[in-house]
Nanobody, 124 residues
Framework: QVQLVESGGGLVQAGGSLRLSCAASGRSFSIYAMGWFRQAPGKEREFVAKIIWSGGYTDYADSVKGRFTISRDNAKNTVYLQMNSLKPEDTAVYSC?????????????????WGQGTQVTVSS
């Protein structure tokens, strides 16, 4: 069983920055990839970014490309999301997730463990 704990959310003005962190812990687990997803009120959860643990390949939703950066610290089993140039439409609950198995075409369903989420609110 793996636990994911996010931190770093909060309230920020448009144009500002926030850095989210997500630490994975547990007795025995493997990481193929970790990702960030978000869900705004009244909307479905959507993909934000993911990183392949070995090699560091990254992928982003078009809506955040050039503004958000996902990174990892292998030694700490921690993934980060640096969010710059934030917009009011970025307001959502951000959750990190872990995909344990090697998968050729990683989908949301492959992320088996999820954190509780952290609120990000961007004021205009």
């Amino acid at each position: 069983q793996v636990q994911l704990v996010e931190s770093g959310g909060g309230l920020v003005q448009a144009g500002g920055s926030l850095r989210l962190s997500c630490a994975a812990s547990g007795r025995s687990f493997s990481i193929y990839a970790m990702g960030w997803f978000r869900q705004a009120p009244g909307k479905e959860r959507e993909f934000v970014a993911k990183i392949i643990w070995s090699g560091g390949y990254t992928d982003y939703a078009d809506s955040v490309k050039g503004r958000f950066t996902i990174s990892r610290d292998n030694a700490k089993n921690t993934v980060y999301l640096q969010m710059n140039s934030l917009k009011p439409e970025d307001t959502a609950v951000y959750s990190c997730a872990l995909a344990p198995l090697i998968t050729y075409h990683l989908q949301e369903a492959d992320f088996r463990s999820w954190g509780q989420g952290t609120q990000v609110t961007v004021s205009s």
